[in-house]
Structure formats: C-alpha cells, structure tokens
C-alpha cells in the first residue's frame, strides 16, 4: 500500500510540473548584436538618400538585461537609421554597452531624477554631426508639466550641410484631468518656446506624447495648438494616428502615443512615415525589448527649406 502511494504521489508530482511548465521555459539565448537577419524581414533599411529619423521608447532598458542590450544593437544596426531618439533608458551603463556595440555611432544621455525614464540620442558618426555646445535639457524648473524634462540637441547632415533641431519628449503619462492638464499645458509651452526661440528652423520634436492626436476638438487633444497652427507644424504620423489600430505604436492597449511633429522647414523634406511592427520576426519582442513600437521618419535632405 505504502508502494502504491508513494508512486502514485511522484506520478502526481511530475504531472504538476508539466501542466507547470511555461514557469520552467527556456530563457532565449541574447541575439549577436550585429545579427541583422533577426528583424530582416520586418523593415526596411535607410539609405544613403535620405534622412532616417526613429523615435524609440525603450521600456526601462535594458528590461531583460544584456539580452536587451544586443537585441537592441541589433534592431537599429537592421534598421540603419541615422539618429535614434530613446525614451525610458534606465541604465547608463547599460547605454554605454550599448554605444560600445555600435562602432561609428556616438552616444548622448543625461539622467533625470527617476532612474528608469531618462532620454537619450544614437547618432551614426558618418552621416550626421552633433554641433557643440547644443546639448540641453529644457523646462527643469517645471516638473508638472514636464516630469522629465526635453532634452534638446542640434545635428548637423554631413551630405547636405543642413542643420535640424531636434527635441526628444517623455511627457506624463495615463488618463485622469490632472495628466491631461500636464501635457496640455507641457504643449502650450513647447510651442510658445519654438515660436519665439525657433521660429525659422528646422526642428523635428519626437518622442513618448503619452496621448493621442487624432481628435479634433480641443477638450479631447492636448496638442490641438500645433495642429490648429497647420502652416507651421505638422504631426508626420498623422495618417497613422487616424489609421487602423494594427500599426498604432502601443499595441499592449491599442493606441497611438509616439509621435514626430515637424515645423514647416521641413514640409517638403517628408518622405514617409512609419510605424516598424518588428515583433512577428523576434517572438521576445515584448519581453526583451519594448510594449512600444519604433516610429521613423524619413526625410529628404534636399527638401530641407532652411
């Protein structure tokens, strides 16, 4: 009888652990940061022509370690962008890892307050220039409105000569009136701030809006200002903002929070704008490396008015 029970309890065991068994699941080895076939199929590079701008908000990265570290490397090396744009870095070190993994790329990062929402910039060294001295971070004396605050940058296209402003966001996030008031108010004052410090430049400002931009009325869309001034800004993503919800660039709750405005020097310089949906070609997307998706912007430089 003892024999029994006892056999008949492994047996219980062993069937627990099976019925158990996606606790147990193997842990993917890191891709090669220079394995470009990954997500091959699932973008489609930048060239020489143009301008390859991407907005990335990175999930508190690296959110699975040194396996986010290369999957990372070796997404933007598929993609070929010229400037990344990063929201929700949480580690310095790890960026430097990072950068490290990328030669011809250079690196910019500052650290806000919160360690796990800090922005920073990927640049490729050959075909683009940081001007020096133009790194800074904007509205620190308001953390209402700006609980990280922009981070500001001026590069310059080394074929074309061409210079772009460029502002990295991360406004505040979730729904309620006092989230909406933030980035309400964080718009109003982005916009006063380039209509009086910027007001013939080329400025591309991307990133995390945290809300969306599709509505037209004014109580439902904090960022109505830029759209109603259509002469001097323009959201590059609108059309995929107003799209279908299966290229929106938050698809964890189907919606389309990163954007990439764009002021009227460079209106004749857009090529296309796109949402890159990488995950049916690395299953461990949401895992290792975003609940977001990248937005890029190609731009011509020709175009560039100023």
């Known amino acids: 009888m003892f024999r029994w029970f006892l056999h008949r309890s492994v047996w219980l065991l062993a069937a627990a652990a099976t019925l158990a068994g996606p606790s147990c699941r193997r842990v993917p080895d890191p891709p090669s940061p220079d394995d470009t076939g990954i997500f091959a199929a699932c973008v489609t590079p930048g060239t020489s022509s143009s301008l390859d701008i991407v907005s990335f908000n990175v ?125 309400r108010s964080a718009s109003q004052q982005l916009k006063d701030y380039l209509d009086a410090e910027h007001p013939d430049e080329a400025v591309v400002m991307l990133g995390d809006y945290n809300d969306e931009i599709s509505s037209s ?24 903002a107003k799209g279908s919800q299966l290229w929106w660039s938050y698809p964890s709750w189907p919606s389309h929070l990163d954007h990439i405005l764009v002021t009227d020097e460079l209106f004749p310089a857009i090529d296309t704008t796109v949402v890159l949906k990488v995950s049916p070609c ?24 100023r």
């Open 59 to 183: 999930e508190g990265f690296p959110k699975a370690g040194y396996t986010s570290v290369t999957a990372l490397s070796a997404l933007i090396k598929t993609i070929s962008p010229d400037i990344v744009a990063l929201q929700e870095v949480a580690s310095q070190a790890d960026f430097n890892r990072l950068v490290k993994l990328m030669p011809g790329w250079t690196g910019v990062f500052y650290p806000v307050s919160n360690d796990e929402w800090n922005l920073a910039y990927l640049v490729k060294e050959s075909e683009v220039e940081i001007l020096p001295g133009t790194a800074v971070t904007l509205f620190e004396d308001d953390s209402r409105a700006f609980p990280r605050p922009p981070f500001e940058i001026k590069v310059k296209h080394r074929g074309s000569g061409k210079e772009i402003l460029l502002i990295n966001l991360h406004l505040k996030c979730c729904g309620g009136a006092e989230n909406e008031s933030s980035r």
């Open 217 to 240: 009325y004014a109580e439902e869309n904090p960022f109505i200002n830029f759209i109603q001034d259509a002469s001097g800004y323009r959201f590059a993503d609108m059309e995929i």
């Open 282 to 305: 690395y299953p461990e997307y949401n895992e290792v490396l975003s609940d977001h998706r990248p937005v890029e912007i190609k731009i011509r430089p020709e175009g560039i008015s």
